[in-house]
């Protein structure tokens, strides 16, 4: 059977998105309640590709894989083999003779798409230029956690139409949540992944509006991994977009705020707002680690519960 590989959200249904994000519930509150014990992998390997930087999806999909009885392997393009140009489907090859998934962090998704078409075991997308949809499974089981169902509910995307925002986005489809974007003119997520998500998706330019009674508010940097070069610019563009308490209380009573971090305070948020109550983001970040071990037994073990 082909392997099945989770490049973004819609790679997997509905159904199985909501039977991950009530398993990483599940197993994080084992996890709290008897410690690492349950290791559904034992010996079984990870190989992890890191074009980009990272701290929270190293850390998290390492500790997983360490947690079920498995290991994780760090790959970077400097010492290895794909950094003096061997081709990315010969490498996918190569790996799906040694470990049993992969896990990459790049720039070009058509460059992870055909790592994927190369490999038999599953890959899995750690942020491309494009997506991040394993800080989504993150996100959602926090708002969950904290809030019940997703389902009906309002958030708001205020910043750039970037790869965290396009996941939203898909995110917003795949649990049927309305999503609210509000980013400066000229920095709007892609039109095509905007309209497939129908009318639950909506765009302004003007965060007073945006905010207004939603559920939960969520922002990133302005400068993506890779834009270092557009950060001036950028900040002068996105000028007025800074998420502020006050923003917040434009919000729901009971709003929550995201930010799937580094947060850069000063720019997109404000000096205070990871002070706030109503920022989660410190349970959001260790949500990585319970949502991504709910993906990697799905991927490799299929649903267990
Ligand atoms: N949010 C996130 O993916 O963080 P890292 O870049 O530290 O992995
Ligand atoms: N949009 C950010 C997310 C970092 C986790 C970036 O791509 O750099």
Known sequence: ??????????????????????????????????????????????????????TRTRVSFETA?????????????????????????????????????????TFSHAGLEAFAAASDVPVINALTDDYHPCQLLADVMTWTELRGSVKGRTAVWVGDGNNMC??????????????????????????????AAGDRVTLTHDPQEAVKDVDLITTDVWASMGQEEEQAKREADFAGLQVTEAMLDQAKEDVLFLHCLPAHRGEEISETLLDDPRAVVWQEAGNRLHAQKALIEFLLLGKVS
């Not at 989770?6 to 519930?25: K, Q, S």
């Not at 290895?80 to 998934?101: F, K, N």
């Not at 949540?177 to 039109?191: D, Q, S, T, V």
């Open 1 to 54: 059977m082909a392997a099945r590989h989770f490049l973004t959200l819609l790679d997997l249904t509905p159904d199985e998105l909501n039977y991950l994000i009530a398993r990483a519930i599940t197993i994080k509150s084992n996890l709290k309640a008897q410690g690492p014990s349950y290791t559904p992998l034992p010996n079984r390997t990870l190989a992890m590709i890191f074009e980009k930087s990272s």
């Open 166 to 195: 396009q996941s939203w986005i898909n995110a917003a489809r795949q649990f049927d949540f309305n999503l609210r974007i509000c980013c400066p003119k000229g920095y709007e997520p892609n039109a095509e992944i905007m309209a």
């Open 65 to 105: 894989m360490a947690h079920f009885g498995g290991h994780a392997l760090f790959l970077s393009p400097r010492d290895t083999q794909l950094g003096r140009g061997e081709p990315i489907g010969d490498t996918a090859r190569v790996l799906s003779e040694m470990v049993d998934a992969v896990m990459i962090r």
